[in-house]
Every structure is written in structure tokens, then in C-alpha cells.
């Protein structure tokens, strides 16, 4: 198979799981915005951000953000750190809606092949994207592999700290597997866990 059949093949899949027509009332629009919003970060949730992810312009996704805050789907605060941005969370409503997201079929299908053959996958799809990311100027990654990402131990209670350097602002456990839009490639780290740290997804 050669390249160009190979990114259709990835291309169909995406528009396939992405939902055509409505699904809990939700055009494919939406459901994007739905799920982005969901595994962004708190310093990713805004709506430069999902444009940047989705490589569009800053404009086309406004009107699907306020249907979706007219829906009762996302609420609006104001960032901390600069109050003239804004940032959008799902709504407990959002989230049952989720439950049922037509991108679950992939998810099914993606968990089909034997563990082996999904790593190298995993593997492949993961050049595939940092490759298309960097060409356009714009990669989006976790803090797992983030080269901001900073860890400290304290001993004495075996408890992990983790840090952004590039807001110096703490990063909970929980987060360290959210979309940012401040990622630079780097080397994955190897989590130090503790007893009360908060398992990944």
C-alpha cells in the first residue's frame, strides 16, 4: 500500500468516527468541540487553542462554541491569569452526552488488533502526527513527553510534584494526560508515582 492510500484510509476513518449527521442532536461540529474541550488542559481551553488543534481560524469555531453554550453544554469563566481570555468546561450534561460520542466505534475497533500490532501503531500513527504537526508549524502534545514538563520527589512523605516551566504553574497528576497547546517535543519522563497521586486515563 502505498502512502497516498494509506492517509485516505486515515483520513475515512476520522470522518467516520467523527459522526455524520446528528447524533444526540449534536452535528460533527460539535461533537469536535465536545471532545476537545474534554481532553484539553486548563491552560488549553480556549478557543485560539481549539483552532489551533483543528487548524482552522480563530473564527470558525465561535458560533459552534455558543450553540453549545446556549445548549447547556459548555459554561465560560475567565482565565486567572489574563481576564481578557476566556476559558469553556463541559457541563455534567456534556459529559453523559459524551457517553454516547459515535467516535466509541473507533475506539472499539482501535482495541480489535492483538497489543503487539497496536503498539507499533500506536508507534507509527504518532510520527505520522507529529510529522503533519511540525509541518504546519503548531504540535499538540501531553505533558508526558512535553519538554516544559518539571517532577520533584519529596522523600520524606513520598509525595511527586509536578510543574510546567513554560507557566510556572503546578500540574496536577490527573492533567498530565490533557491536549496543551503549549507542548514542545521532548523526551517522555518516566512518572514517579505515590500513593496519592491520581492514576492517567
Known amino acids: ?25 449534536l452535528t460533527a461540529a460539535q461533537w469536535a468541540v465536545l471532545r476537545y474541550f474534554a ?10 487553542a ?3 488543534f483543528h487548524a482552522t481560524t480563530q473564527d470558525t469555531p465561535s458560533q459552534t462554541i455558543k450553540s453549545l453554550e446556549t445548549q447547556g453544554n459548555l459554561t465560560r469563566t475567565r482565565s486567572q491569569d489574563d481576564r481578557r481570555s476566556v476559558q469553556f468546561v463541559l457541563t455534567e450534561k456534556a459529559r453523559c452526552i459524551l457517553t454516547n460520542d459515535p467516535f466509541e466505534s473507533l ?4 482495541g480489535s488488533p492483538h497489543p503487539s500490532v497496536q503498539g507499533h501503531f500506536a508507534s507509527a500513527l504518532q510520527r505520522m502526527l507529529g510529522q503533519v504537526a511540525q509541518e504546519r508549524g503548531k504540535p ?7 519538554q516544559h514538563l ?6 520524606s512523605e513520598e509525595q511527586v510534584s509536578y510543574g510546567c516551566g513554560f507557566t510556572s504553574e503546578p500540574v496536577r497528576p490527573e492533567e498530565l494526560d490533557g491536549v ?16 496519592n497521586a491520581v492514576a492517567l486515563r
Open 140 to 146: 499538540f502534545g501531553t505533558c508526558t513527553s512535553c
Open 50 to 52: 481549539f483552532a489551533a
Open 107 to 110: 475506539v472499539r475497533a482501535a
Open 180 to 195: 496543551c497547546i503549549n507542548f514542545i517535543p521532548g523526551k517522555i519522563m518516566a512518572l514517579k508515582r505515590s500513593s
Open 1 to 25: 500500500m502505498n502512502s497516498h492510500a494509506l492517509a485516505e484510509l486515515v483520513f475515512h476513518l476520522g470522518r467516520i468516527a467523527s459522526g455524520e449527521g446528528l447524533v444526540e442532536g
Open 150 to 155: 518539571e517532577s520533584d520527589s519529596c522523600s
Open 39 to 48: 481532553q484539553a488542559n486548563r491552560f488549553s481551553r480556549t478557543p485560539s
